[in-house]
């Protein structure tokens, strides 16, 4: 009765606010797919969250592979819930109004499990946000019973340290075998009538479950990580993350929205995971090994999404589409179920060679609006620190190419700040651009563009470079003015990432245990939707930085030591430190290592995944260690 008082009190509040906000269809739910379930006639009720505005959230992958499994189940249900935005949360607590599912319009505090997606850092306060707008202690040790238990998952969590003292468990790695585990563990718990720290010490036995109040940090003068150190017995010495050995057949019936959001298209991940080994880049490590879909299911489950839903585009999605072993097949029998349909289908992540132009020629009727190459860098030099083995003559090759065929604008995304990165390799990025869209004028004429993305380097757990240290705002901001000096030229638009938004990733990503109290105190100064440019408050994290005693420079601008004991070191993603830590020693020294598609490297998957393997032969992995 007292759920239905709720919901009936919100619902009657939001009719009166909703005529206020800038975008009511954000929160009214009834979305054509939506799945609603009598509250009553379920056993559990879970409530997933999107720290982002609805218009972000909805377009998640991960959030709507959970919603359809979970929903799968008669036994419980899974609702939404995404950060309002500042209009909505001003009007929200003045009415005090509860954070609540889009759904049912229920209170996020009476559900059982409330799960938060952190597919990246920035994110965090907004996470914390959530929490205190559901009317739920933020501090996992202040939470009893009544409240729901609050776990965590996505890209961010590898280290999952910085949000510790927030989140009740972790699940690490791939979330669709993990989150029905937990599901069932949570439904024993409740007969069993046991305290709440009993449910975290059974939820400690999950594999690629961390449960961080079952261990201690202590440190070394120097402010570095001494040891984390478990205090129950059972808690493991380290997390293997979760890994599913074939890939589970992905949604159909996305959700349509009634408002524009960023992307209005069904999505299909054709592989998991990559090859390339690009030593700074956390997904390509920690995806590792690559599995592929299968055509047939893939073909099926466009035409399915597409009798769902009624969208017009197609993402085919993974870390290097071009990779994808039956590439060319998909692509024929795409052209031949869907020649006239006029549906547009992109291919994001392609290599730079000319094998990518030809494929996006055969799937696009019409030129779309631009064609992306993602180089990171303009010297052979960098590409083999970075160990991504791309000539400037193939690149221009490419780039002549795509003008040929009569795409206008190429757009290129290059990395500054890199290991061993000299100022001549960041003018060469001025003049490797210049040199492209002379190749394009040559095709083109003055219809040919370039826009050009620079993004600054920071290093991240689990990648050869977690070894290194991250420029200072000083030094990017020496790149960033050279590079738009030299690249004021007509038909190039270049955009770039603020010295300042890159010190708060590279803060968070590295971060301690310690960094939660910051994280507490930039919320507690205001600080909401870091990832938003016009919303990014710098002197808010500097004040928490002040108020906590700590130092930014400790977790941006210093050399790691080789047998520097990091935060995240109990996590484990199957490639082993000793690689790493091989890999950025190469680096240093610009060594090459092969595609481990084509040769192993030793990484450590085998020894983790490889009895996995042999119990799944159907799946294809592209990785000689596990199909030896």
């Known amino acids: 009765m007292r759920n239905t008082t ?3 009190t919100i619902e009657n509040k939001l009719e009166r606010i909703l005529i206020q906000v800038q975008k009511p269809g954000r929160y009214v739910g009834g979305e054509y797919n939506q799945i609603v379930k009598s509250w009553d006639s379920v056993k559990t009720h879970v409530a997933l969250a999107f720290p982002d ?14 919603y359809e499994i979970v929903n799968q189940r008669d036994d419980v249900l899974l609702e939404r819930v995404y950060s309002p935005w500042v209009d909505m949360e001003t009007l929200m607590r003045k009415e005090q109004i509860p954070l609540f599912s889009i759904e049912s319009k229920t209170p996020i505090r009476f559900f059982d499990i409330l799960g938060i997606s952190l597919p990246y850092e920035t994110l965090y306060t907004n996470a914390l946000n959530l929490l205190d707008l559901a009317g739920i202690p933020l501090r996992s040790s202040e939470r009893t019973p009544k409240y729901p238990l609050v776990i965590a998952g996505g890209q961010a969590v590898f280290n999952p340290e910085p949000m510790a003292e927030f989140i009740d468990a972790f699940v690490i790695g791939e979330g669709e075998d993990a989150i029905i585990e937990v599901i069932n563990l949570y439904q024993e718990w409740k007969q069993s009538k046991t305290s709440r720290q009993h449910l975290l010490e059974m939820l400690s036995t999950l594999s690629g479950v961390y449960v961080p109040s079952l261990y201690q940090p202590s440190y070394n003068q120097d402010g570095t990580l001494q040891a984390l150190v478990k205090h129950h017995p059972d808690a493991p010495d380290r997390v293997l993350k979760r890994f599913c050995p074939r890939l589970p057949s992905p949604p159909t019936r996305f959700l349509v929205p009634n408002i524009d959001v960023v992307h209005n298209r069904v999505s299909i991940e054709i592989m998991r995971g990559c090859s390339r080994g690009c030593r700074f880049c956390h997904a390509g490590m920690v995806n590792r090994p690559v599995r592929e879909r299968p055509v047939d299911e893939i073909i099926r489950s466009i035409i399915l999404a597409l009798e769902h839903t009624g969208f ?6 993974s870390l290097s589409s071009s990779d ?6 998909l692509v024929d029998q795409i052209q031949q179920h869907f020649l006239q349909s006029h549906l547009k289908i992109s ?7 000319t094998f ?6 055969k799937i696009a009727k019409s030129r779309p609006g631009g064609f992306t190459l993602a180089p990171e860098a303009a010297t052979e030099r960098m590409r083999n620190i970075i160990n991504k083995p791309i000539s400037t003559e193939q690149l221009i090759h490419t780039a002549g190419e795509v003008y040929r065929r009569g795409w206008k604008t190429l757009k290129l995304y290059f990395l500054i700040g890199q290991p061993n990165e000299q100022i001549e390799d960041v003018k060469a990025i001025a003049d490797l651009c210049k040199n492209v869209l002379y190749e394009g004028r040559k095709h083109l004429g003055r219809k040919a563009e370039l826009h050009i993305g620079i993004s600054t380097f920071v290093p991240k757990p689990h990648t050869p470079f977690q070894w290194a240290s991250c420029n200072t705002e000083d030094q990017i901001q020496e790149k960033q003015k050279l590079l738009l000096n030299e690249l004021r030229n007509p038909g190039i638009k270049v955009t770039w990432t603020s010295p300042a938004e890159t010190m708060l990733e590279s803060w968070l990503t590295r971060g301690d245990r310690r960094m939660g109290n910051v994280i507490y105190q930039a919320w507690n100064n205001g600080a909401r939707f870091d990832a938003w440019q016009d919303r990014f408050d710098l002197n808010a994290w500097s004040t928490a930085f002040q108020q906590t005693g700590l130092s930014p420079h400790f977790y941006t601008h210093r050399l790691r030591s080789d047998n520097e004991v990091f935060p995240w070191d109990h996590i484990h993603i199957g490639v082993t430190k000793s690689h790493l830590l091989k890999e950025f020693k190469k680096s240093l020294n610009g060594v090459l290592t092969p595609n481990c598609a084509e040769h192993c490297s030793g990484c450590g998957i085998l020894h983790e995944f490889g009895t996995i393997r042999r119990d799944h032969p159907g799946n294809y ?3 000689p260690e596990l199909t030896a």
């Open 312 to 317: 017009e585009e197609i993402a085919l999605l």
């Open 347 to 353: 291919l994001p992540s392609l290599r730079i060679e």
């Open 621 to 623: 992995w592209k990785c």
């Open 6 to 8: 709720d919901r009936q």
């Open 53 to 66: 505005i609805y218009d972000i959230g909805i377009s998640n992958l991960g959030m709507a592979i959970l």
């Open 324 to 329: 994808y072993s039956q590439i060319l097949d």
């Open 356 to 361: 990518s132009v030809g494929l996006m020629d």
